[in-house]
């Protein structure tokens, strides 16, 4: 589902204006050449926005059109995400494409998942992998020297483009990235992203990936999963001395944002299973002495939009909420569900169905074990703790309640993903 910034205005700055005429325009073309045309008046228009900062002119525009015109917003948002992510640079005399590439680490553990400064000699490595296993001949790259949490990552539109002109900038001197002086703190998790931040530059036209070098056109899917094999084989070890204690998943390194959104829906299923594994073990029970209630919660208002669920822990056959865990909702999801994407095997009517998001979360309880599952049909406004600002829960009765563990469990991660 589509979701507008929180801070919106209703009175338009000239340069708002004109993205959102530029946005409709790309929208209203009658032909692919009208279209490019538009399309590089509109980055042009938002490089030079980003470039000096203005984030908040781009926020303008993108509230103004989620109310007024949702096509030219979807145009807008992809062509903002597209400018800060990549660009064409010349640099002595040459023309080269860049590309902001994030590499996602999915993390669970009992204890604490590490974030901050890389050792050089491990970001050597890391680099080395990235370079020979997912990049193709003639690409240079420059990796940033942090482990980045979510927290940690760009906040906006405006600081992605500064990272990916400054990394760029770096790969093409070989000159090392400094980190990063202020470094925001992130709340632990049992389950949590943390990212590899890259960019990623070639001639200008050439292939970045290994999967687009010319050789590999007509099987670029195999290509692809294998230098996805070689990545996870080659680098996992290396990250493991950094995550140590964890479970580690390596998802393929793709576009900054397309990588993010990715790492964002993947990471759910694994916070349910770590929260399962963290009870049952701290408590002493088993996965069915658990149950677990899913309700939906939005903003005030929103029209009856869900944006997340939260599922609340308790034991099978009391009230008081143990743990929680919130399953946000992306993109195009909503609480109906999105079609499946890819090829459909046989093509199935059933298979056209879209699944919920309470089915998979549903799905998702019953393999870890707890079968016991109440949903609530109500919608509750999102509220949150006024002291400690963690999420509050429904318990079994539909009464927004704060989760706490008994107070005989032993001490330890206690926060909510």
Known sequence: ???????????????SQRLLTLAQAVGQA?????????????????????????????DGALNALFSLDLNAYDILMDSVEAVSESATIVHEDAEYDVLL?????????RFSIASGPIPADVLNTLSAHFSAHLLADNTHMAMSSMLFSIDQLPRTH??????????????LKGAAVKTEVKIQETAPFLA??????????????????????PGAHLHQAEERRLALEQWRTQAMPT???????????????????????????????????????????SLAWEPSDLRAVIAGFGEENADGQIDEYRVAFTRRAESDVIYGVVWPLYGQEDEEGTPPEGPLAGGLAELLQPRTPVEEIVEHLNAAGVTIV????????????DDCGAPLFADPSGELVHAEMPEDAPTGTEHFH
């Open 374 to 385: 109440k949903k609530l049909g109500e919608r509750y406004v999102a509220e949150y703790c």
């Open 158 to 171: 405006a600081e992605a483009y500064s990272k990916t002109h400054k990394l760029a900038l770096a790969a």
């Open 1 to 15: 589902m589509r979701r507008p910034s929180k801070d919106s205005s209703h009175k338009l700055s000239a340069d």
């Open 192 to 213: 949590d992203t943390r990212y590899l931040v890259a960019a990623v530059v070639a001639p200008a036209g050439e292939a970045m990936f290994r999967w687009q070098m």
């Open 30 to 58: 009658s032909s692919r050449i009208e279209e490019r045309n538009w399309e590089r008046a509109l980055d042009n228009q938002l490089h030079k926005l980003l470039k000096t900062g203005h984030q908040d002119t781009v």
């Open 239 to 281: 990250v493991a001395r950094l995550l140590p204690g964890c479970g580690i998943e390596l998802l393929l390194p793709e576009a900054y944002y397309m990588a993010c959104r990715e790492a964002d829906k993947q990471i759910r299923p694994i916070s349910i299973r770590a929260a399962v594994h963290y009870l049952t073990h």
């Open 101 to 109: 590439v994030a590499a996602p680490i999915l993390a669970w553990t």
